[in-house]
């Protein structure tokens, strides 16, 4: 009888285990499953060679934005990765202290700034100086939101990097910055790489910050000081516009989105196992 | 016989703290040229936090200093550049650590290559193989020298280590219980190799194997809570200690 009931118990544990487990992962599939579902359908050749049409007019796609999306990305890369690199080197390196302690705390409040905030620190620091929306002023500001990412994952990846190895360098006669550029980063590079690679896929969807910077544009644009398209800001446009054709293009830039972001995760995990097993 | 000449480290009332903890008092002691040196003593009593001080190693970790003189060839190490010094003093350290991101035969030459120095292909073919064959490596691992340290046995590493260290021609190696992660038989090799090695080099260990230092070192220091209690000749100290701490601690009473 006792043994029953523990039956009985283990039973609804597991039975409510998985019905969470699938509460966790449903909200995933069924965004996943409505983007496929309506963009998949409006997918097409045009979609990632032409500009937008003019309203009203059939076809059309998102080539500017995607490009847009590809120069706002650079920038910020450009500026997050080598600051992000560094601060984490320094977090991982100094002894404690006042200095330290501020900037562990300047990136976890970094971290927490809502996105949007981002925007408007972005507005207020390029777009009003410059007296015009950029995509400096958008690479600026996703380079905000990267920045903290970066600087965390690298710390944690560094530490983890045994101490004997560092060690075994000092004692070779290496510069402490030889150690931690040759030794260091350079054993913890997988890990820190994907930090990098989890930081853009992160950005890469980012919308609200851009709306104060990078505005957005319905031309092609290389112009790094002039607005520029960006998906995600696409996105929003045509999905808040009155217009059909514009929705189903809003879903199919979504699918175009979502496979870009799709690619980031797996280059990552690509890149995390060949660093572990590869040597140079 | 102990004329000055023939030290080449000279330890002068060396005291090292951590924070305000004194983990060293007071040393003084001389390393005689081309012997091996044993330091041993009880768990936590200053073995490895000595002979750290002696490339400088020991000021790297944050909170801590150092009172006293060490002086390397009648010269004071602190007015060494700290990098120089440790092209002159090597290390190998207790756990094998070659680089896991370098092939074996990169690993050799590591403190060339991570210091910036190219070598011509020659020249670091000709110093790969030299050095192996001067740790006894070189037939075990010349057909596999582009493949990764971490597929050799950890006697296997700990020599490869020893070999990254003197393919820079240090004049000491200070060895830091460097078969305490290995089996009887790499520690053998090891053992076997630092007596062929003392014909060029000047060898420091710290060892927690009484009959390791009896074995193969030429002058034992015994250490006891951060003071030296005795030092001397290795069979003096094994068979007629002077201090009675030192004939409890040799003859197993405690530590």
Known sequence: MKMNLQKISDRIATAAIYIMALVTVLPLFLVVGYIVFYGFKHLSFELITRNPAPVGEEGGGVLNGIVGSGIILMISMAIGIPIGLLGGLYLADSPDGKWKHIIRLSVEILQGIPSIVIGIIGYILIVLPMHRFSAVAGGVALSMIMLPIIVVSTEEVLRMVPVELREAGIALGMPRWRVNLFVVLRTGLGGVISGILLSLSRVAGETAPLLFTALGSQFFSFKLDRPIAALPLQIFNYSISPYPEWHSLGFAASFLLLIGILAINIITRTVIERMNYKNG | ?255
């Open chain 2, 1 to 255: 016989m102990t004329s000055e000449s023939d030290n080449i480290l000279h330890v002068k009332n060396l005291s090292a703290f951590y924070g305000e903890n004194k983990v060293l008092k007071e040393v003084d002691m001389a390393v005689k040229k081309k012997k091996i040196t044993a330091i041993i003593g009880p768990s936590g009593c200053g073995k490895t936090t000595l002979i750290r001080c002696f490339n400088r190693l020991f000021e790297t970790v944050s909170n801590t200093s150092l009172k006293g003189e060490i002086l390397y060839r009648k010269q004071s190490i602190f007015s060494y550049d700290p990098t120089l010094l440790r092209k002159e003093i090597g290390m190998v350290f207790q756990r094998p650590n070659p680089f896991p991101t370098m092939n074996i035969y990169n690993n050799v030459i590591a403190g060339y290559r991570l210091n910036g120095r190219r070598l011509r292909k020659s020249e670091s073919d000709r110093m790969v193989e030299e050095t192996l064959k001067k740790v006894a490596l070189w037939d075990e691992v010349k057909g596999v020298l582009f493949r990764s340290p971490r597929e050799l046995s950890g006697g296997q590493q700990q020599r490869l280590c020893i070999a990254r260290t003197i393919a820079v021609s240090p004049r000491v190696i200070l060895m830091d219980e460097p078969c305490a992660a290995l089996d009887p038989i790499s520690t053998a090799k090891i053992e076997e190799l630092m007596l062929e090695l003392k014909r060029d080099y000047t060898i420091i260990i710290v060892t927690h194997n009484m009959q390791q230092a009896a074995r193969i070192s030429d002058l034992t220091a015994f250490l006891m809570l951060g003071e030296l209690v005795e030092f001397g000749e290795t069979d003096q100290i094994f068979t007629s200690p002077k201090n009675k701490r030192t004939e409890e601690y040799i003859t197993g009473r405690f530590g």
